[in-house]
């Protein structure tokens, strides 16, 4: 039996298997040049029909039309009794026993109110849970490419982690066990193929705090939802450990000597901070939780800064900042709404008719009302995961480029936006002040000072995040070369073998 470490991310996950000596990537998406990495988002779709809806709602529409045959059993007695002849009477008579027939053909009614209700509804009216037991599974490159293509067959849950901390509402939180367990079997299965033996045993990446507003009591939630679906997906033994702390394992391999280091983990989701004793006498110390020396995290990822610069950079061309005849501005949470993709209840009413309608009210109220027509589009065609997922891509291109020209023909033909590494570096003011803000608690809620810096996570490749957080706030601490995207798997994957070796 084998034990694995998964580093469960907001935008990406991967897994990882580590013999004593060596690490193991396991292959999770062949179609991605880091063949190790996936999306983590899902598309749940259906290839066909719609599944049959509720019980409850067949029962409702059932009732519904009974009450349209009672009121047609109603008008034929009228005319039954109002007829002047015989055969306009019988005529009226056989009207009513036929309509009676169908008010008690309970069997026929429900086929009848279930083709009516498949006939109107569309994939958005099937609740989530409903989604997830009915429909089929799409992961990584293939899911977002069905999702481009055919965004109307399903669902795309951009990122599935980012809900585990927050109020879920009936139905949500089973939905997201049996989601999960669907990413984490398929995970479980990869590994088994390419390791020729069974696993059984996986420790888990968790942020310090998980995404959402409920603190501990979100925390809580968000392990037993990772549990449950370990469990439900084919894991005997699950584990979880915190995502600083497991790179800092990964960097511990490296170091000669005992040494005080300050992990800055900046994810898709979330920001975690470190500060731990590391040594090579204790590579094989299975707790090591009095090497903790600080710890703390928020929900400061990378996420948030694709979603700025969408606000900052973009919205602005989609008719964000114009003014009404009347001088009121354009609400601006048309925008905040957009980007909403980690908020299920949020971005399902920005794609509401009702919000669809309010928009186009707006935008005959405008001297521009071409720009709110790009809005109208992203709404009508729900194209926000797209935007998003754009606005990423942005991000990573400026970290090697001064200037790019962002392509949004999705939108409108020829629709393309500038963005500079001055834009983007705006962009993320706001957001960088809270994380230094995290840094310098860590700092100050540990008891010894550190002595080196290892920051890690898709955003720490950043040259804006580099010079904030090394150059310009801890220039005096040394900084420790490390594999940015990797780390923390393979910190859970060493975690993973001393687990199945104790």
């Given amino acids: 039996m084998a034990a694995i470490g998964i580093d469960y991310g907001t935008s990406n996950s991967e897994a990882i298997y580590f013999d004593g000596q060596q690490h193991h990537f396991i292959t999770l998406d062949p179609s991605q040049e880091s063949a190790n990495k996936i999306r983590s988002s899902v598309f749940i779709y259906y290839d066909g029909e719609l599944p049959r809806p509720a019980d409850s709602i067949i029962e409702a529409k059932v009732t519904q039309i009974k009450g349209a045959i009672s009121q047609q059993i109603e008008k034929a007695k009228e005319g039954y009794y109002e007829a002047i002849t015989p055969d306009k009477q019988q005529m009226f008579s056989d009207k009513i026993d036929e309509l009676r027939a169908q008010f008690h053909n309970t069997p026929a009614l429900q086929r009848r109110a279930i083709e009516v209700l498949l006939e109107d509804m569309t994939v958005q009216d099937v609740p989530l849970h409903r989604l997830v037991e009915t429909g089929e599974f799409a992961f990584g490159e293939e899911g977002f490419r069905r999702y481009l293509k055919t965004p109307e067959k399903g669902r795309l849950i951009y990122s599935p982690k980012n809900f585990l901390g927050a109020n879920l509402i009936a139905g949500q939180h089973q939905a997201f066990v049996g989601m999960i367990a669907k990413q984490l079997e398929f995970f479980r299965?990869?590994?088994?193929?390419?390791?020729?033996?069974?696993?059984?045993?996986?420790?888990?990446?968790?942020?310090?705090?998980?995404?959402?507003?409920?603190?501990?009591?979100?925390?809580?939630?968000?392990?037993?939802?990772?549990?449950?679906?370990?469990?439900?997906?084919?894991?005997?033994?699950?584990?979880?450990?915190?995502?600083?702390?497991?790179?800092?394992?990964?960097?511990?391999?490296?170091?000669?000597?005992?040494?005080?280091?300050?992990?800055?983990?900046?994810?898709?989701?979330?920001?975690?901070?470190?500060?731990?004793?590391?040594?090579?006498?204790?590579?094989?110390?299975?707790?090591?939780?009095?090497?903790?020396?600080?710890?703390?995290?928020?929900?400061?990822?990378?996420?948030?800064?694709?979603?700025?610069?969408?606000?900052?950079?973009?919205?602005?061309?989609?008719?964000?900042?114009?003014?009404?005849?009347?001088?009121?501005?354009?609400?601006?949470?048309?925008?905040?709404?957009?980007?909403?993709?980690?908020?299920?209840?949020?971005?399902?009413?920005?794609?509401?008719?009702?919000?669809?309608?309010?928009?186009?009210?707006?935008?005959?109220?405008?001297?521009?009302?071409?720009?709110?027509?790009?809005?109208?589009?992203?709404?009508?065609?729900?194209?926000?995961?797209?935007?998003?997922?754009?606005?990423?891509?942005?991000?990573?291109?400026?970290?090697?480029?001064?200037?790019?020209?962002?392509?949004?023909?999705?939108?409108?033909?020829?629709?393309?936006?500038?963005?500079?590494?001055?834009?983007?570096?705006?962009?993320?003011?706001?957001?960088?002040?809270?994380?230094?803000?995290?840094?310098?608690?860590?700092?100050?809620?540990?008891?010894?000072?550190?002595?080196?810096?290892?920051?890690?996570?898709?955003?720490?490749?950043?040259?804006?995040?580099?010079?904030?957080?090394?150059?310009?706030?801890?220039p005096h601490l040394p900084l420790i070369e490390g594999d940015a995207f990797n780390s923390v798997c393979e910190g859970l994957a060493i975690q993973a073998a001393k687990l199945a070796n104790r």
């Avoid at 391999?253 to 040494?259: A, C, E, I, V």
């Avoid at 928020?298 to 800064?305: I, K, P, S, V």
């Avoid at 999705?410 to 993320?428: A, G």
Wanted: aromatic letters at 6%; hydrophobic letters at 40%; one cysteine or more.
């Fill in 189 to 474: 299965l990869s590994a088994e193929k390419q390791l020729q033996q069974s696993v059984d045993t996986a420790v888990i990446g968790r942020p310090v705090k998980f995404h959402g507003s409920r603190g501990e009591e979100g925390n809580t939630q968000a392990i037993d939802i990772m549990t449950q679906a370990a469990e439900k997906a084919g894991f005997k033994h699950v584990e979880f450990l915190e995502e600083p702390i497991a790179a800092a394992y990964k960097i511990e391999r490296t170091l000669d000597k005992h040494t005080n280091v300050l992990v800055i983990d900046i994810g898709g989701g979330t920001t975690d901070i470190c500060c731990i004793k590391l040594s090579p006498s204790k590579f094989a110390n299975l707790d090591r939780q009095q090497d903790v020396l600080s710890v703390t995290g928020a929900r400061l990822g990378g996420m948030e800064c694709d979603k700025n610069l969408i606000v900052k950079s973009i919205a602005p061309t989609m008719g964000q900042g114009l003014l009404t005849y009347n001088g009121l501005p354009v609400p601006p949470a048309y925008f905040s709404d957009m980007c909403a993709v980690d908020d299920i209840p949020r971005l399902n009413q920005f794609f509401s008719d009702e919000y669809g309608l309010e928009i186009a009210q707006t935008k005959s109220l405008v001297k521009e009302p071409e720009l709110l027509e790009r809005l109208l589009v992203v709404q009508e065609e729900k194209l926000s995961a797209r935007l998003v997922n754009s606005s990423r891509l942005a991000k990573e291109m400026l970290s090697s480029k001064e200037h790019i020209t962002l392509p949004l023909h999705y939108i409108e033909t020829d629709y393309d936006v500038d963005i500079s590494t001055e834009d983007l570096n705006k962009s993320m003011q706001s957001w960088l002040t809270k994380v230094k803000r995290l840094v310098t608690e860590c700092l100050a809620n540990s008891a010894e000072p550190p002595e080196m810096l290892f920051i890690t996570g898709g955003m720490s490749l950043s040259p804006i995040v580099k010079k904030e957080l090394h150059e310009l706030m801890l």
